[in-house]
Nanobody, 126 residues
């Protein structure tokens, strides 16, 4: 079992930055591939970024590539999402998710993720 708790969301002006954190319980955090998803009102939840167990491999959606960076600290059981140059269209609830992984690759399919956080709201004003 893994419990995930996101933090760091809030209201920011366009062009600003936020850093989200996802704290994971348990002692096997390094066994999980992790992902960041977001869901805006009226839209489906979508993958924003994924990171492999070691943190050595990452994936980004085209819409955030070059602006967002995901990283992890396995010693601290924490996942991060650094969001720069934020746009109003980045407004959404952001979720972190975990998937037990046997290979060191990001997991891209949301349906594969086993554990989810409660979400944190990010609002970008124009």
């Amino acid at each position: 079992q893994v419990q995930l708790v996101e933090s760091g969301g809030g209201l920011v002006q366009a062009g600003g930055s936020l850093r989200l954190s996802c704290a994971a319980s348990g002692r096997t955090f390094s066994s999980y591939a992790m992902g960041w998803f977001r869901q805006a009102p009226g839209e489906e939840r979508a993958l924003v970024a994924g990171i492999s167990r070691s943190g050595g491999k990452t994936y980004y959606a085209e819409s955030v590539k070059g602006r967002f960076t995901t990283s992890r600290d396995n010693a601290k059981n924490t996942l991060y999402l650094q969001m720069n140059s934020l746009k109003p269209e980045d407004t959404a609830v952001y979720y972190c998710a975990a998937k037990a992984a046997y290979s060191d690759s990001p997991v891209l399919a949301g349906i594969m993720y086993e554990y989810w956080g409660q979400g944190t709201q990010v609002t970008v004003s124009s």
